[in-house]
């Protein structure tokens, strides 16, 4: 599932900020400025022609954007270019520390805007490095971005997720597979067997060498803590450091994360109902969380059996998914289930639309892109059936929904790789700092033990009774005082003995109860 913008961290949206060409792309269309190489030979990115961004905020920060020009294939160096959109922030402060790459995660997320990491790390380390964005393959303002079917996600009137009747089946067996069809007959559909995390990894490396940095430090949320897994893995010399924040699991890379995700996802919903029942004088949905949580059972059931307004029950989910992902959405949550049940879906159909964008599309394609080909996807449907009914019996309200969200898998264009790279950090020398919350849903906590067992020079935060997902530089100053120690002196927590976590901080404070505010802009979610 991807990873939604934290406002505080960046404060901006993911928006792609360099606009294509104006002309069709085709694999040949870069052709001509891509470096001649020997198909022999391997793949070296000539540098980045550094020009004037058009977003305000980057200007501001006086980054530079421009184009990294890599094969479509590194399989076939000579063959086929595409164009990687960059950005960068210049270091404006001593001693110089080298360059940062950062990632949002996704797969799909744009990362032009996240070369302004370094303006959030604590105590102006960040300002003694230059800060590097890369909007992924087929994400946002690369050449080409992948589109498959733009009405898919900001469609109305959606059926009920739960298969409750052969209908509702029928219905999302067909839509799920006939978006996989639109994705293979895409103008970008070249793209799609080359959007695995390897390629997003290679794309990196050029970019190091592009820019003539013989190591970099790595900075990855979410799904962009995978990527640093595996270039760590592939390229252990290449990196200094790294901050993985929302570790996903390498073993469960990508149908069981899914599973997993169902289950971590209705332990924070338990948490968020037992949290408005805290502030029932403000919404009025129930003094106990077992109260809150059969109330929005309730609202759920008139919904499945007709749809108020423009907003069905799968509308529905999708909201309390919101919350699930971050304790800074429980507030607008919370106040949109209230205007509900005093009749009003209006603003709950709002917070959901914000999540359905003109981007929306491209972050749903590059995430099923890469998702569906990074591992093998049961094709037999009796499997998806069983996994998932059994999931539903213990998150009824997400189990459904990730299932379709991935469902295009099942059938998707382009061949899944027969096995994900294995992750084995043994031979990566430099610190890693892992950072989890207690109740990440989507990408929980037993990830980061996990990758804390493979890398021996990895540190584990745990954000104690935290219920965000991938929530550094959010003001936690145990977390951000951390991650400042390591860009600044290469400094861990103290490996402890035994599993670990390392250090406990406390997690993202939960937010003081309100229900007057308009909902944020929140682009597309998953890891």
């Not at 990873?3 to 949206?13: E, I, S, Y």
Request: charged residues 20%; hydrophobic residues 40%; positive net charge.
């Amino acid at each position: 599932m991807s990873r939604k913008t934290v406002a505080a961290c960046l404060t901006a949206t993911l928006v792609g900020v360099l606009l294509a060409a104006g002309v069709p792309w085709s694999p040949a269309t870069d052709q001509a400025q891509a470096r001649p190489a020997a198909a022999a030979e391997p793949f070296r990115a000539a540098p980045v022609t550094w020009k004037r961004c058009q977003d305000p905020d980057l200007r501001r920060a006086g980054a530079r954007c421009g184009f990294l020009i890599v094969p479509l294939d590194y399989a076939d160096p000579a063959g086929p270019t595409i164009r990687l959109a960059v950005s960068r922030v210049l270091h404006t402060a001593g001693p110089y520390r080298g360059a940062a790459f950062v990632n949002p995660g996704g797969p799909g997320g744009s990362a032009l805007r996240y070369s302004l990491t370094g303006g959030r790390i604590p105590h102006g380390v960040g300002r003694t490095y230059d800060w590097y964005g890369m909007d992924p393959r087929g994400v946002g303002s690369s050449v080409p971005a992948l589109s498959c079917d733009p009405a898919y996600v900001s469609a109305r009137h959606r059926r009920p997720y739960q298969p409750t009747t052969a209908a509702i089946l029928d219905y999302w067996l067909a839509r799920t597979t006939a978006y996989a069809t639109a994705c293979g007959s895409s103008s970008a559909s070249a793209l799609l067997p080359h959007l695995r995390t390897t390629d997003n990894v290679a794309d990196l490396e050029s970019l190091r060498t592009a820019i003539g940095q013989s190591q970099v430090t790595y900075y990855g949320f979410s799904y962009g803590t995978y990527i640093g897994q595996v270039w760590a893995t592939l390229h252990p010399s290449s990196l200094k450091a790294m901050v993985l924040d929302g570790v996903v699991d390498p073993g469960r890379v990508w149908y069981s994360s899914n599973l997993d995700q169902d289950r971590a996802f209705d332990v924070v919903y338990g948490r968020f109902f037992a949290w408005v029942a805290r502030n029932h004088r403000h919404f009025g949905l129930g003094r106990t969380q077992r109260q809150v949580a059969k109330r929005f059972a309730r609202l759920h059931r008139q919904l499945e059996r007709k749809p108020l307004g423009r907003l069905g029950a799968a509308d529905l989910e999708d909201a309390l998914l919101l919350a699930g992902y971050y304790n800074s959405e429980w507030g607008e949550v919370a106040f949109g289930l209230y205007a509900l049940a005093h009749g009003d879906p209006r603003y709950l159909r709002q917070l959901v639309s914000a999540d359905r964008g003109p981007q929306a599309d491209n972050n749903y394609a590059v995430y099923l892109a890469t998702s569906c080909t990074d591992a093998p996807w049961p094709q037999d449907w009796s499997v998806w059936a069983a996994d998932n009914a059994a999931a539903d019996r213990d998150s009824p309200y997400l189990a459904w929904n990730n299932a379709w969200y991935n469902a295009p898998c099942r059938t998707w264009p382009a061949a899944a790789s027969a096995a994900p790279p294995t992750v084995d950090g043994a031979a990566f020398t430099g610190p890693v700092l892992l950072i989890s919350e207690q109740y990440d849903a989507a990408t929980p906590l037993s990830g980061a033990l996990a990758v804390r067992t493979r890398f021996p020079t990895a540190s584990l935060i745990e954000g104690r009774r935290g219920t965000t997902h991938a929530g550094s530089l959010s003001g936690v100053s145990c977390v951000d005082n951390a991650i400042a120690a390591l860009l600044e002196k290469g400094r861990l927590p103290g490996r402890m003995a035994g599993p670990g976590p390392d250090k406990t901080c406390p997690g993202v404070p939960l937010p003081g109860a309100r229900r007057s505010q308009a909902p944020r802009s929140t682009p597309s979610r998953r890891y």
